[in-house]
């Protein structure tokens, strides 16, 4: 049998004894609980473990706490990944609908903030205690905190008449299992317990990763070219953003956030998974305005310094900031907007409206909000989750599957542990039902 993550000392709970369920669940995650839940009413003996104290911990957090748990207009089109309709399947057999009528059962307020994001009334709390009671009310057995050592798997048949099944060495003991779900999220805020362990189990099992990278995470540059703009830090206003060649150019119409070491805000964090090292992004200060006619009028209107004018479309502060950067590259805009010539003003509204910016990196892991890159859907079922390992599912962030800001990746969440947790019961159920 094989192994992996073997370590010698035990944990104070291990006992000799082997327990057996139908399927484990690693990961006491948004996906590994919901698929739990749902596993366990319709029949199935499940365990799940999860290496952390507190359950859930990424949902208490998100959100401002109020954990922003769906989208109402989620699509495909609101993912990306090596492969971005392999989510089709689960995101139409498990939608937002579904999952505000679970809300609604458990008498759940919730409210729309914007675009479609729905968010708690109170307390992300709301949402752990809901998949808790819908663990309790399927039976689910939950081991926390407890670590798995090694995963090994036997008895396949080389014609598949026997699936085989799975062992496990864990801090409470030994475990087996006809199937086991990985739901142990990525990369992203490690100070809350995050791990690998997926990507080594996928490892393991000779499954192909993409390779991890923090995604919905701040854009940071140079610290000497970003200077003038530090002391912005914590101005924030609306734009537009846009990074990729024509072919792939993607944008975004969000708020931007200045902060010390870079830009922050949802329209950062959205480009961010889909900039590439070495590639600029630009911005649109003023999206709502054609600027070389606004300026063209202010010009004819006005005698007001050109950092005044441009103040009644960007703050006070970025405006200030803009004119005394253009001197220091030879642009005269500090003067009287009715002496600027046009081609001082058109290269003005040039820069306001195509703000091309080269980021030198992230924040990483410590502040992206997910991961994106994981388990390579070329090797999952996009109907179960099931991975061509038998009996090894996969679901969650662990996966090439990366939503965008907004509540799309917990709509995965949900949507990629119903159809695994349908998928375990068709495969196992009979076995479950003769016990």
């Given at each position: 049998m094989?192994?992996n993550?073997?370590?010698?000392?035990?944990?104070?709970h291990?006992?000799?004894a082997?327990?057996?369920f139908?399927?484990v669940i690693l990961?006491a995650?948004a996906?590994?609980?919901?698929c739990a839940g749902?596993?366990?009413q319709l029949?199935l003996?499940?365990?799940?473990i999860?290496?952390s104290?507190?359950?859930?911990e990424?949902?208490?957090?998100?959100?401002?706490?109020?954990?922003?748990f769906t989208?109402?207009?989620t699509?495909?089109a609101n993912?990306?990944?090596?492969?971005?309709?392999f989510?089709?399947?689960?995101l139409?057999r498990?939608?937002p609908q579904?999952f505000?009528?679970l809300?609604?059962?458990?008498?759940v307020a919730?409210h729309?903030?914007h675009k479609?994001q729905?968010?708690?009334?109170?307390?992300?709390?709301?949402?752990i205690?809901?998949?808790?009671?819908?663990c309790?009310?399927g039976?689910?057995t939950r081991w926390?905190?407890?670590?798995?050592?090694?995963?090994?798997f036997?008895?396949a048949?080389?014609?598949?008449?026997?699936?085989g099944?799975?062992?496990?060495?864990s801090?409470?003991g030994?475990v087996?299992a006809?199937a086991?779900?990985?739901?142990t999220?990525?990369?992203?805020?490690?100070k809350?317990?995050?791990?690998d362990?997926g990507?080594?189990i996928?490892?393991?099992?000779?499954?192909?990763v993409v390779?991890?990278?923090?995604a919905l995470?701040p854009?940071?540059?140079d610290?000497?070219?970003?200077?003038?703009?530090?002391e912005l830090a914590g101005?924030?206003?609306?734009v537009?953003i846009e990074?990729g060649?024509?072919k792939n150019?993607?944008?975004?119409?969000e708020?931007?956030?200045?902060?010390h070491?870079?830009?922050?805000?949802?329209?950062?964090l959205q480009?961010s998974?889909?900039w590439q090292?070495?590639?600029?992004?630009?911005l649109n200060?003023?999206?709502?305005q054609?600027?070389?006619a606004?300026l063209?009028?202010a010009?004819a209107?006005?005698?007001r310094?050109i950092a005044n004018?441009?103040?009644a479309?960007?703050?006070a502060?970025?405006?200030?900031?803009?004119?005394?950067?253009g001197?220091?590259?030879?642009?005269?805009?500090?003067?009287?907007?009715n002496?600027?010539?046009?081609?001082a003003?058109?290269?003005?509204a040039?820069?306001?409206?195509?703000?091309?910016?080269?980021?030198?990196?992230?924040e990483g892991?410590?502040?992206?909000e997910?991961?994106?890159?994981?388990v390579?859907t070329?090797a999952?079922?996009?109907q179960?989750?099931?991975?061509?390992?038998p009996g090894?599912y996969?679901?969650g962030?662990?996966?090439?599957?990366?939503g965008?800001l907004g509540?799309?990746?917990f709509?995965?969440a949900w949507a990629?542990g119903f159809a695994c947790?349908q998928?375990?019961a068709?495969?196992?159920?009979?076995a479950a039902?003769s016990?």
């Amino acid at each position: 049998m094989t192994g992996n993550f073997r370590t010698r000392q035990r944990g104070p709970h291990y006992t000799a004894a082997m327990q057996s369920f139908d399927v484990v669940i690693l990961g006491a995650g948004a996906a590994g609980l919901f698929c739990a839940g749902v596993a366990g009413q319709l029949g199935l003996k499940v365990l799940v473990i999860d290496h952390s104290e507190k359950v859930a911990e990424k949902i208490r957090i998100s959100g401002g706490g109020r954990c922003n748990f769906t989208n109402r207009d989620t699509s495909a089109a609101n993912f990306l990944g090596d492969n971005p309709a392999f989510c089709r399947s689960a995101l139409a057999r498990y939608t937002p609908q579904d999952f505000i009528a679970l809300l609604q059962r458990h008498g759940v307020a919730w409210h729309e903030k914007h675009k479609g994001q729905l968010f708690c009334d109170h307390s992300a709390e709301d949402i752990i205690r809901l998949l808790l009671a819908e663990c309790e009310a399927g039976g689910v057995t939950r081991w926390q905190p407890c670590r798995v050592q090694s995963i090994g798997f036997s008895g396949a048949s080389p014609h598949g008449s026997s699936p085989g099944s799975y062992e496990l060495d864990s801090d409470h003991g030994r475990v087996q299992a006809a199937a086991v779900v990985v739901a142990t999220g990525g990369l992203s805020i490690p100070k809350i317990g995050a791990s690998d362990l997926g990507y080594r189990i996928a490892h393991q099992f000779e499954l192909p990763v993409v390779a991890p990278r923090p995604a919905l995470v701040p854009l940071t540059f140079d610290a000497a070219a970003w200077a003038p703009y530090a002391e912005l830090a914590g101005l924030a206003l609306p734009v537009k953003i846009e990074t990729g060649s024509k072919k792939n150019r993607i944008s975004f119409a969000e708020d931007l956030l200045f902060t010390h070491r870079g830009l922050s805000g949802p329209g950062v964090l959205q480009i961010s998974s889909y900039w590439q090292p070495g590639t600029p992004i630009s911005l649109n200060l003023a999206p709502l305005q054609a600027l070389p006619a606004w300026l063209a009028q202010a010009k004819a209107g006005s005698r007001r310094l050109i950092a005044n004018e441009l103040g009644a479309l960007v703050p006070a502060r970025l405006a200030d900031a803009w004119v005394a950067q253009g001197a220091a590259q030879g642009h005269n805009w500090q003067r009287p907007i009715n002496e600027a010539s046009d081609k001082a003003l058109g290269a003005l509204a040039e820069r306001v409206s195509h703000w091309a910016l080269t980021p030198t990196g992230t924040e990483g892991y410590r502040k992206a909000e997910v991961t994106a890159g994981g388990v390579d859907t070329r090797a999952l079922s996009s109907q179960t989750m099931e991975s061509r390992q038998p009996g090894l599912y996969f679901i969650g962030e662990v996966v090439d599957v990366t939503g965008w800001l907004g509540g799309y990746n917990f709509q995965w969440a949900w949507a990629s542990g119903f159809a695994c947790a349908q998928g375990l019961a068709a495969r196992l159920r009979p076995a479950a039902d003769s016990t």
